[in-house]
C-alpha cells in the first residue's frame, strides 16, 4: 500500500488494485431486509427529533454510510472531498505536499511509508513514525483529514513536524519545504551492468515506463544487461490493468493473475500476452525486491514472476492485501469504493493476510532501526478479509527468525558504502552467479 486514498492505509488505495467501473448493481432486497431498514429509519428519526443538538441529514447519512461500509472490511468505503481528491491523486494526478502517505492508529497519525525522492523521504522520515505536532500544534486525538490538509499545501512553504520514533529517546523535528509531489511511477538506472528498474506505483503510465526502462538500459549499455531487479519495495499498488501490463513486460506465456468473486463461477483470468508479446528481458536473470510495504498490484506482479518461476524473489513478506476494489462514480466528486473480488496468483495462492513469501529472504540491515521500526501488514488491519484459504500462522512469524548471513551492522555497511543491502544483496546475487536461479518459487512454497 490503508489508504485514504494514497494517505491511509486502512482505507486502502495506495495498497489497491483498482478496477473502475461507471456503475453498480442494485443488490436484490428481501423482506428481512426491509424490517432491518424500518429499525434504521426509527432510530434516524429518533436521532433527528431527539440528540441533545441539531444534527442535519447529510451528517447523519454520511455517517451511516461510512459506518455500513466500515463493517465490511478496510478497503471499502465512500470517497468523497478530499478522500475523493486522494483516489484521483493514486491514478494520475499531483498535489503539493511533503510526499508522506499516512494513516491514523489510535488517535494518532501515523507514517505507513515516505514517497521516494520527496521532502519527507529526504529528511529522514521512516515508516512507523508517529506525528504529534504540526507547527508546534498537537494533533493527536484530531482526524486524519485534517492533518493531511495541513501537511498539504502551496509549493515552497515550510512546515514543522514534531514525530515520536519508536526506540528513539525523544521526539523529532522536521522542518520541511513543501513540493509539487509528481508521480514518478517508474525509474531506472544501470548498476554494476545490471538494469536496476524501481517501480514505485501503478498509474497509467506504469508499464509503458516499464517497456521504456528496458529500451533505455540496453542503449545506455549498447548492449543487454546481465539482468534485471525490478524493485517493488513501499509499493503500495494501484490500477490491476498495469500490474497485469508490467507482469507481460516479463513473461511470454502462463497466467499472471485470476480474480473471483462472490460466485464459485465468478472467476476471471488474466494472460500473458493479452497486452505484450513475448518476454522484453530476453530470458535475463530477474530478481524482484519486496518488503512489508510491498502491497496489492505489487503482489500480483511478483507472485506472478514467482510462481512462473520468471523471478527470485528477495527481501521481506509483502503487506498481504489480496482483494481487489471497484471503483464505483457516484457523483462529482464522491466515489463508493467496494470489495468486489479476490485475486489468486498462477498457482491459486492467496496473499491475502499471509503476503508473497521471498525466496530469499534478505533483512534491510543497513537501516539502523529495521529491528524497533513497527511494521503494519494486511493481518493488522481491523476486519481485514479472511484468507480462505487459512493462513499457516508459521509464515506470519517468519519475520522474528534472524538469519545468521545478515549480522552486519548499519555502520559497518556505511563504512563500505552500502546505504540499501537488499539492493546490493540483489545485484551481487546477478552479478556473481550471472543468474537468478529458477524453480526456487515452487520449493519455498
Known sequence: MVLRSLLQVTAAVSALAIIPVASGAMASVDTGSYRELETFMEVYNRVKSDYVDKVDDKTLVDGAIQGMLAALDPHSAFEDGLAFDNLKIQTDGNYGGLGLVVTMKDGAVQVVAPTEDTPAARAGIKSGDFITHLDGKFIVGGSLDEAIEQ???????????????????????????RETIIQKPVKWEVKDGV????????????????RKAIEGITKQLGHAPIGYVVDLRENGGGLLSEAIGVSDVFLSHGEIVSQRGREKNDIERYYAESMIPGDLAKGLPVIVLVDSGTASASEIVAGALQDQHRAMVMGERSFGKGSVQSIIQMGERSALRLTTARYYTPSG???????IKPDVPVPQISDPDYKTRPVLREADLRR?????????????????????????????????GIDDFQLYYALQTIVHTGAAPRGV?????
Not at 501537511?151 to 522536521?174: C, Y
Not at 484468507?387 to 563500505?416: G, I, M, Q, W, Y
Not at 518459487?441 to 512454497?445: I, P, Q, S
Request: aromatic share 4%; hydrophobic share 30%; charged share 25%.
Open 151 to 177: 501537511m498539504r499545501g502551496k509549493p515552497g512553504t515550510s512546515i514543522t513536524l514534531t514525530v515520536v520514533r519508536p526506540g528513539a529517546d525523544k521526539p523529532l523535528q522536521f522542518t520541511l519545504v
Open 195 to 210: 538494469g536496476y528498474i524501481n517501480i514505485n506505483t501503478f498509474t497509467a503510465t506504469t508499464t509503458a515506463d516499464t
Open 349 to 355: 495462492h492467496s496473499v491475502q493476510e499471509g503476503g
Open 384 to 416: 481485514h478479509l479472511i484468507n480462505t484459504a487459512n493462513v499457516d500462522d508459521s509464515v506470519l512469524e517468519d519475520d522474528t527468525k534472524t538469519d545468521p548471513r545478515f549480522s552486519a551492522t548499519a555502520d559497518e555497511l556505511k563504512k563500505k
Open 441 to 445: 518459487a515452487a520449493k519455498n512454497r
